[in-house]
């Protein structure tokens, strides 16, 4: 896929904040600090749309970047959601957190697929695995796309990979989508785009 255009479109506190435009979403969501704003930014090729900060719990809201607006029917939109499982914000506000991401993913209508983000370097995460599973339970369509890969040797990589698909069949019988990526070697994106393209259409 050719990105002609990204651009903020809103943010969002609550999903009936969200318009009701017809426009297919692919949301991005993972562990605070895993990498998302920059893989967002590789993705579309605009530095800075997603903001990048080391901050766990910076984005707070729901925010819509609309991409190849205009293009084959209207274009599509790219969704940045709050990250889960940071440590330095109040019970209070976790759980505002945890209502917007649920209310999210599991009503969004217009959503079509969900990327859950995993840091690469580590063994599977159990806030991970738990929130994947809590997809699988509500039936919420995901794939998984494994961030950082230039941190690690290429052994190092197929392993921690490896590891991963055999934690995820412990849960279920066939494996999501996968995409191993770097946004500081601007790898892996091409492959999620092409991922994204194939279900516009």
């Known amino acids: 896929m050719r990105i002609n255009s990204a651009k ?3 943010s969002s506190g ?4 969200i318009p009701r435009d017809g426009l297919r979403e692919f949301a991005f969501i993972g562990r605070s600090n895993v990498g998302k704003s920059s893989l967002i930014n590789m993705l579309v090729g605009v530095k800075g749309l997603a903001k990048v900060s080391g901050t766990p719990g ?3 809201l ?3 970047f609309l991409v190849n607006e205009g293009r084959d ?3 599509w939109y790219l969704v940045d959601l709050p990250g889960y499982g940071w440590a330095r914000t109040s019970k209070s506000v976790r759980e505002g957190f945890d209502k917007i ?3 999210y ?4 209508e217009k959503m079509w697929l969900l990327f859950v983000l995993v840091d690469v370097r580590h063994e599977p995460q159990k806030v991970d695995m738990e929130f994947m599973e809590m997809l699988g339970r509500e039936g919420v369509p995901f794939g998984v796309v494994f961030t950082k890969a230039d941190k690690l040797g290429t052994n190092a990589l197929a392993t921690n990979v490896a590891n991963y698909k055999q934690e995820l069949l412990k849960r279920w019988e066939e494996l999501p989508p996968m995409f191993v990526t770097s946004s500081e070697k601007r790898t892996g994106g091409g492959e999620i ?3 994204i393209e194939q279900n516009l259409t």
């Open 58 to 60: 910076k984005t707070r």
């Open 8 to 10: 903020f479109a809103f």
């Open 101 to 103: 991401i649920t209310d």
């Open 73 to 75: 029917g209207g274009g």
């Open 193 to 195: 785009l092409e991922f």
């Open 62 to 64: 729901i925010n819509h």
């Open 105 to 108: 993913v599991t009503k969004a």
């Open 14 to 17: 609550k999903i009936s904040q």
